[in-house]
């Protein structure tokens, strides 16, 4: 009995050294490199500035001219669980959008707008609409929109045109008007601080 005990202790133990050589050989032919740069990349859940994500770095002006309805009806359909868009369509989650493009914002009578988007001084631009499009939470810090944004200008563009087309009609703005207006509002944050506080003119 102690033999075949012996024995089977013999073995088991001859086996375990083979495995703690095999594990130590192939640790050494199999060695391991730390890599350049540790963990992976993730894309940002929030796109860039210019990427769709804030405030567009295309001059959204230049491209309504050739900005196709159709395709910006097939685009408004990512709206609709939300938004109608036909004269007198009923609210949503979302306002009625017919004839939204040259109205103040927060104009639909009895929606309950969030304060962050009825703070949003002046009047539905394309300029601001594409802005609204690309990031809503960018457009007006706060929104109660959870739609993340379109990303590609093209879509915008296509989008605000089928907008436009329905109850606005409003001419499409010269290209570079844009960003005129956005060089003047860049001016006027950077003017001192009692010229913050004079009226300004309607």
């Known amino acids: 009995m102690d033999d075949r005990f012996n024995t089977i202790a013999g073995w088991v133990l001859a086996a375990g050294i083979v495995a703690l050589g095999g594990s130590i050989a192939s640790g050494m032919y199999f060695k391991g490199h730390a890599p350049e740069k540790p963990g992976y990349e993730v894309a940002d859940a929030t796109p860039a500035e210019g990427e769709g994500g804030g405030a567009a770095a295309v001059d959204i002006a230049t491209l309504l001219p050739t900005a196709d309805p159709a395709k910006g009806a097939e685009v408004f359909k990512k709206c609709t669980a939300c938004h109608t868009i036909n004269q007198g369509g009923a609210q949503g989650i979302g306002p009625n959008l017919w004839g939204a493009l ?30 609204w499009l690309a990031s809503p939470r960018k457009y007006a810090p706060g929104t109660k929109m959870t739609f993340a944004g379109l990303s590609k200008p093209e879509d915008r563009a296509n989008l605000l045109a089928y907008m ?15 960003s005129a207006a956005d060089t003047a509002a ?17």
């Open 102 to 131: 040259g109205k103040p914002h927060g104009h639909v009578a009895g929606f309950a707008y969030s304060d962050a988007l009825k703070g949003v001084p002046g009047n539905w631009d394309f300029a601001g609409m594409d802005k």
């Open 186 to 202: 860049a001016g006027n944050a950077a003017a001192p601080a009692e010229n913050a506080a004079a009226p300004a003119a309607h």
């Open 164 to 178: 436009n087309s329905q109850g606005s009609n409003l001419p499409l703005p010269a290209a570079g008007a844009a």
